[in-house]
């Protein structure tokens, strides 16, 4: 605009008089043209820089919703995974508790087994009395063991209540007196599971062992081969805790516990050995 003033002032310098009107004139409509297709371009770019004004405030919304969908989509994944952690600590509470009744309803069969025993011995007795006198003939008779069903039931019993102290004494007892019936292993287990229950972890790993070497046909024995590695995690065993996790993984893998075993193998960061 300078410029053009400046040229202005030259011609009217330089020009006769006769004929400064007319380009004064012509000199003022090229300004007026000039100064208006500059206020168009300044509109045009006022409105063009608008609409990108406003297709970046679009844009950041949009990644702003994104990020708030992202973050809301990572808090429902972490609650799902919470749940399922508890979910899968209920359905194990629930299968030991299953597992309980059906030791209780094997110990109550066992209880009926040795009533019938006992009647069928009552009734033989009486069949074929003893001679008077033989009672007293021999030494004095040894003091009897609880029948199986009453000492494995009773030590259960004080387990869930507690008591592991007098549950340990009970289930020693039990596998004292009835080392061969079909409640043994459970009987050892249990006893495997006090230890580890008082953190005697050194314990447990050789009674869980006991479970699996002297009953491998057992119900308790994957959960015993799983809380036997979950022992020597705690002793800092990591590698044989591992074996003993694939261990089950590979022995029972649609089971509860093969489930957990798989879960303490991704803490342990070990991935699980391929079923056969």
Same mark, same amino acid.
């Given at each position: 605009?300078?410029? +053009?003033f400046s040229?202005l002032?030259? @011609?009217l !310098?330089?020009?006769p008089?006769f004929?400064?009107?007319?380009? *004064? *004139?012509?000199?003022?409509?090229q300004?007026q #043209? =000039?100064?208006?297709?500059?206020?168009?371009? #300044?509109?045009a770019? $006022?409105?063009r820089?608008? +609409?990108m004004?406003?297709? +970046?405030?679009?844009?950041?919304?949009a990644v702003n919703?994104?990020?708030?969908?992202?973050?809301?989509l #990572?808090?429902s994944?972490n609650?799902s995974?919470a749940?399922?952690g508890?979910k899968?600590?209920?359905?194990s509470?629930? *299968?030991?508790?299953l597992n309980?009744s =059906?030791?209780? @309803?094997k110990a109550? @069969?066992?209880?009926?087994t040795?009533k019938?025993?006992?009647i069928?011995?009552t009734?033989?007795?009486?069949a /074929?009395?003893a001679?008077?006198?033989a009672a /007293?003939?021999?030494?004095?008779?040894?003091a009897q063991?609880?029948p199986?069903d009453?000492l494995?039931?009773n030590?259960?019993r $004080?387990f869930?209540?507690?008591? =592991?102290d @007098?549950?340990?004494?009970e289930f020693a007892?039990?596998?004292?007196?009835?080392p061969?019936?079909?409640l043994?292993?459970n !009987?050892?287990?249990?006893l495997?599971? *006090? &230890?580890y229950?008082q953190?005697?972890y050194?314990a447990?790993v050789?009674?869980?062992?006991k +479970?699996l070497?002297?009953?491998?046909?057992?119900?308790?024995? &994957?959960a015993?081969?799983l809380?036997?590695?979950?022992?020597?995690?705690?002793?800092g #065993?990591r590698?044989g805790a591992?074996?003993e996790?694939?261990?089950?993984?590979?022995?029972?893998p649609?089971s509860?516990?093969?489930t957990?075993?798989r879960?303490?193998?991704?803490?342990?960061?070990v991935?699980?050995? !391929?079923?056969?």
């Open positions: 605009m300078v410029f +053009v040229a002032a030259l @011609l !310098a330089s020009t008089g004929g400064v009107s007319k380009e *004064i *004139i012509q000199l003022q409509t300004v #043209q =000039l100064q208006d297709q500059m206020a168009r371009m #300044q509109q770019f $006022d409105e820089m608008g +609409v004004r406003s297709l +970046v405030e679009q844009q950041t919304d919703k994104v990020g708030g969908n992202l973050q809301g #990572q808090r994944l609650q995974h749940e399922a508890q899968n600590d209920q359905v509470g629930q *299968i030991q508790a309980d =059906l030791d209780e @309803l109550r @069969l066992a209880k009926v040795t019938l025993d006992q069928a011995e009734q033989q007795n009486l /074929n009395p001679p008077a006198g /007293n003939a021999g030494a004095p008779p040894a063991a609880p199986p009453m494995y039931n030590a259960l $004080d869930n209540a507690g008591k =592991l @007098l549950a340990t004494s007892d039990y596998m004292k007196y009835y061969t019936t079909d043994a292993g !009987a050892q287990f249990y495997a599971e *006090i &230890a229950r953190s005697d050194a447990a050789k009674a869980y062992d +479970v070497e002297q009953y491998p046909g057992g119900n308790k024995t &994957a015993a081969q809380k036997k590695g979950m022992a020597m995690v705690q002793l #065993q590698q591992a074996r996790f694939n261990g089950v993984v590979q022995r029972y649609r509860n516990e093969a957990t075993a879960e303490q193998l991704k803490k342990l960061g991935a699980p050995r !391929a079923t056969r």
